[in-house]
Structure formats: structure tokens, C-alpha cells
């Protein structure tokens, strides 16, 4: 089976960079779609960035300070974070879109999320 495993998160201040990585590991045809959630505490589950071939997408509140990108070849997908607020900490998750074989429906995965911290 397909799994997902973010890393890269952590106590950062306010200002500092960030960069999370999704590996996506199993049987893997393609990954059709990255996106990245996070948990806000207090909040409900918010979109945060996608990538879907070479398009890019990103919610306001990331827009000019984080950078989603992949690599194909190592089936994994990145946020860069930069200039974080302490209203981005979060738990992040990456949720991926992938064909398990040729000719197979698109299914989605979810990673367990990382854990980030931005303190003032």
C-alpha cells in the first residue's frame, strides 16, 4: 500500500524558514496531485497549497511566503515556508492524489502530519 511521511517540522521564530518534505513510499504509478493541509489549533483543517502538474496554487495566507514544489524521480513533494508568522503553526499534512498502476482509478493518501511551531 501507497503510505505518505511528512517531515521537516519544528520550533522556528517568527521570520525563520521552514521546509517539509512528503515521501511518498509503495507502489507508484504517478503522483498526480500534491496539496498540503494544516490543523490550526482551535481551527478545523485548512488548505494551505497544491500542485497539479506544473500549476501551482496557494491560499492567501501563503501567497508570497511559501513555494510548493516536487520531485518526480524521489516521489516526493515540498513546502518551502519563509518569513513564518506564529499564526502558521500548525500540525501540516500532505495529501497526495496518485495512480498505483497504469490504468488504475486516482485515489487519495494522506500523510500523519509534522508538527510546526512558529513562536513571536
Known amino acids: 500500500q501507497v503510505q505518505l511521511v511528512e517531515s521537516g517540522g519544528g520550533l522556528v521564530q517568527a521570520g525563520g524558514s521552514l521546509r517539509l518534505s512528503c515521501v511518498a513510499s509503495?507502489?507508484?504509478?504517478?503522483?498526480?496531485?500534491i496539496v498540503w493541509y494544516r490543523q490550526t489549533p482551535g481551527n478545523q483543517r485548512e488548505w494551505v497549497a497544491s500542485?497539479?502538474?506544473?500549476?501551482?496554487n496557494y491560499a492567501d495566507s501563503a501567497k508570497g511566503r511559501f513555494t510548493i514544489s516536487r520531485d518526480n524521480a524521489q516521489k516526493t513533494g515540498y513546502l518551502q515556508m519563509n518569513s513564518l508568522k506564529p499564526e502558521d503553526t500548525a500540525v501540516y499534512s500532505c495529501?497526495?492524489?496518485?495512480?498505483?498502476?497504469?490504468?488504475?482509478?486516482?485515489?487519495?493518501?494522506w500523510g500523519q502530519g509534522t508538527q510546526v511551531t512558529v513562536s513571536s
Open positions: 495529501y497526495a492524489a496518485i495512480q498505483r498502476m497504469r490504468g488504475e482509478t486516482i485515489q487519495g493518501y
Open positions: 500542485i497539479s502538474g506544473g500549476s501551482t
Open positions: 509503495g507502489s507508484i504509478f504517478s503522483i498526480n496531485t
